[in-house]
């Protein structure tokens, strides 16, 4: 067989040449643009042509500070094509982390959205690599800005080669590395690999996972920044989908607005994305038509089952329930029905597919307990651990690495159970697991079930120190609007007993205004444990 290189330049010319008038559509400051793939293969080109005339070199990291736009997507290949490597900076970290993942990837150069410009001037006497900043605007004129030296990427693309030929690159060559949203320390840098990029984009095609294909209107709201989209952009590209890149903020009226407009096919992003939009479409302000949804993709954390059955049952919208994470690139399971489980009761079809599902093919797991692999009964817990092609080996340049990365394994942290069919269910973060008087409670399983009552529009549980049983759950609900005041925490206490053991119910139920996210929408349960690590010894 031929020794042919699996790279990221094959996918943009496959675009390039064969799907040249399909559509791209984005959503930027200054209204929707839109542009064709030969378009976008041209600018890529002279994005290309115009880094090599700022210094930029094989092997040098290129950091990405953006939202999900056509000059974000042009970056996504411009980089990797030429060498260099794509760093996509989590515009929502703290400034402290910012500065920390560009010093450590070292980038050289920096493109930035013009509005988020702002974060990056209170930082830039922080930033010891950077030698040119580089601003994206749909303005003829740059903003004022005190970075320096600052460039205009449209004056820059202007002046570049949109016939810029890209090298052969070996497919082992890094491509991209994206770093982990830190609940703890600083972040975890992960690279890339052409080769681990191409195999994982192919995966995304497969009928059994997202089955991402030309027919497809592809809207990515996970953001660029996180995860590279769920790696949805790359194999957009490479399958010649239409794309519809929502811009900076979408909210969720925005977000609708798109689907209904470009008549998007399939869309991703976290719980809590969904539940922004289903609160919208509960409100009833407007008729939505989002008849042209085949798959609502949902990761990051658990969906409750709850959101899946509304969005199914009264919206008619397909829910696909998927999981990964920064060091699996990201995809790892998606939850879908196996054909002899198609004709299985709603109910019964519902309980597999809120589950995090089935392996990927390509990919290899175990799941480890205390006395080593774990029965495949869906009840013995154990750490979920995972190797394969698109599997980070390790953290860039991080001691870290030798406490996740042993003997060939990626050790997830994710604690898991896996039944006789291969489906696998996180129970939960290993750190995040209840242990009460010897025995472990699931708080993702107790907050799947909170958020499926009516009145309840986020929850999340936690363990916290009790004098008799070391630890015990403690519930954090937000109500719907229309519940506020209505509701009692008896009436979750009444509800938690019929579908838990008694010890597994909550001590108590705290109503608050909001859960705390972190910068990609999770819930930072670390935040909750330290305002509330007292609160039933005090009790």
């Known amino acids: 067989m031929m020794n042919h290189q699996l790279t990221l330049r094959t996918m943009l010319e496959r675009a390039e040449k064969i799907f040249p008038a399909k559509e791209i559509v984005s959503r930027t400051l200054s209204g929707i643009f839109r542009y064709t793939y030969a378009d976008y293969a041209s600018r890529t080109r002279r994005l290309s042509s115009a880094l090599e005339s700022l210094g930029i070199k094989k092997g040098d990291r290129v950091g990405t500070f953006a939202w999900n736009n056509h000059r974000h997507l042009e970056a996504y290949f411009a980089i990797p ?60 004129e740059l903003p004022a800005t005190s970075l320096s030296p600052v460039y205009s990427y449209e004056q820059l693309l202007a002046q570049s080669d949109d016939g810029y030929q890209y090298p052969d690159l070996d497919e082992q060559t890094p491509m991209g590395m994206c770093y982990t949203s830190a609940t703890t320390g600083n972040p975890k840098g992960v690279v890339y690999t052409h080769r681990s990029t191409y195999m994982h984009s192919m995966t995304l095609g497969l009928a059994d996972t997202m089955a991402l294909s030309e027919s497809d209107t592809v809207m990515p709201i996970v953001p660029m920044f996180h995860v590279n989209a769920w790696g949805m952009p790359f194999a957009s590209v490479w399958f010649g989908s239409k794309q519809v890149l929502p811009g900076q903020a979408p909210t969720p009226d925005v977000l609708l607005d798109l689907i209904e407009q470009e008549k998007v096919t399939i869309t991703a992003g976290v719980p809590t994305v969904w539940l922004g939009v289903l609160q919208l479409l509960e409100k009833g302000d407007r008729t939505r038509n989002v008849s042209s949804l085949r798959a609502v993709v949902c990761g990051g954390s658990a969906a409750p089952r709850g959101i899946i059955q509304t969005y199914e049952e009264k919206y008619g919208i397909p829910f696909l329930h998927a999981y990964g994470m920064t060091e699996s690139s990201p995809v790892v399971t998606v939850s879908r029905l196996k054909s ?38 869906g009840q013995e817990m154990g750490e979920l651990w995972l190797r394969g092609p698109w599997i980070a080996d390790e953290y860039y340049k991080d001691e870290r690495s030798k406490e996740t990365f042993v003997d060939g394994w990626y050790h997830s942290g994710d604690v898991a159970v896996i039944d006789s069919e291969g489906t696998i269910k996180l129970v939960d973060r290993t750190k995040d697991l209840v242990k009460s008087g010897g025995e472990w409670i699931s708080s993702v399983d107790l907050e799947n079930a909170l958020m499926a009552h009516p009145a309840v529009f986020e929850a999340s549980v936690i363990g916290v120190p009790h004098p008799k049983w070391d630890e015990r759950p403690l519930a954090f609900v937000v109500l719907k609007e229309a519940y506020k005041g209505k509701v009692e925490k008896e009436e979750f206490f009444s509800y938690l007993q019929e579908r838990f053991a008694k010890w597994w119910v909550p001590d108590d139920v705290v109503f608050i205004e909001e859960i705390p996210k972190s910068s990609v929408g999770k819930f930072l349960k670390r935040t909750l444990r330290d305002q509330y690590v007292d609160y039933l010894t005090k009790s």
């Open 81 to 140: 094509c030429m060498g260099a490597v794509l760093h996509t900076i989590n515009i929502r970290l703290s400034s402290e982390h910012i500065a920390y993942i560009a010093n450590h990837a070292e980038d050289k150069v920096l493109l930035i959205d013009e509005d988020l410009v702002p974060i990056i001037e209170k930082i830039k006497d922080q930033l010891k690599t950077v030698t040119a900043y580089v601003i994206m605007t749909d303005k003829p």
């Open 340 to 377: 002899y489980q198609q004709d299985l009761p709603y109910e019964q079809k519902l309980d597999i597919r809120a589950k995090q599902g089935l392996l990927v093919p390509g990919l290899e797991a175990r799941v480890y307990g205390q006395n080593g692999d774990v029965k495949w009964d």
